[in-house]
């Protein structure tokens, strides 16, 4: 498959938009940012200054992802979701740089464990997701948190390791 830039979308000159991605109608991609092959990005997205998003990602639409956001392979946004500046959503569980032998460790010897941001949540500010943690509708991710689990919809979470503090509406009150 082609990459696939709807007309109506922004593309900053300096942004890197490999093969095979999609970009949907009226998204914003900015300065130096990377979108990696098999990404697909939705409409009326904004994709800030230095984020990456890495292979295979999903990205629903009216996404905000802010500068110098991190999101790796096997995650999915669905739409409406806000990813603050600096978050980072991993996808490793397990991560070694080598093998149990001792040698490099290579695309088969680790297992993605995928991440699913629901319709309307939120993550804030430098905040890490760990791979294998959903994050439920209209949820709150605070700032700087880190999540090892699965957080419920509407539930604020805040802390290392994230604890829920509260309750949100889909209004973010």
Request: aromatic share 4%; hydrophobic share 45%; net charge negative.
């Amino acid at each position: 498959m082609s990459t696939a830039i709807d007309p109506a979308a922004r593309i900053h000159p300096s942004a890197d938009i490999e093969s095979d991605v999609i970009v949907g109608s009226g998204t914003s991609v900015w300065q130096r940012a990377q979108v990696r092959s098999g990404a697909r990005i939705g409409s009326e997205c904004v994709i800030g200054r230095d984020a990456f998003i890495d292979e295979g990602v999903i990205v629903g639409d009216r996404v905000k992802i802010q500068n110098a956001a991190l999101l790796y392979h096997g995650l999915t946004v669905e739409d409406g979701v806000f990813i603050g500046p600096g978050a980072i959503l991993t996808n490793d569980r397990y991560p070694r740089a080598i093998t149990p032998t001792g040698e490099l460790a290579r695309a088969d010897d680790w297992e993605v464990s995928p991440i699913v941001l629901r319709h309307g949540c939120s993550i804030g500010a430098g905040a890490i997701v760990v791979a294998g943690s959903d994050v439920g509708r209209f949820a709150t991710v605070a700032a700087g948190a880190v999540v090892t689990r699965t957080v419920p919809a509407h539930a604020l979470v805040a802390g290392s390791p994230a604890r829920r503090i509260g309750w949100v509406c889909a209004c973010g009150a």
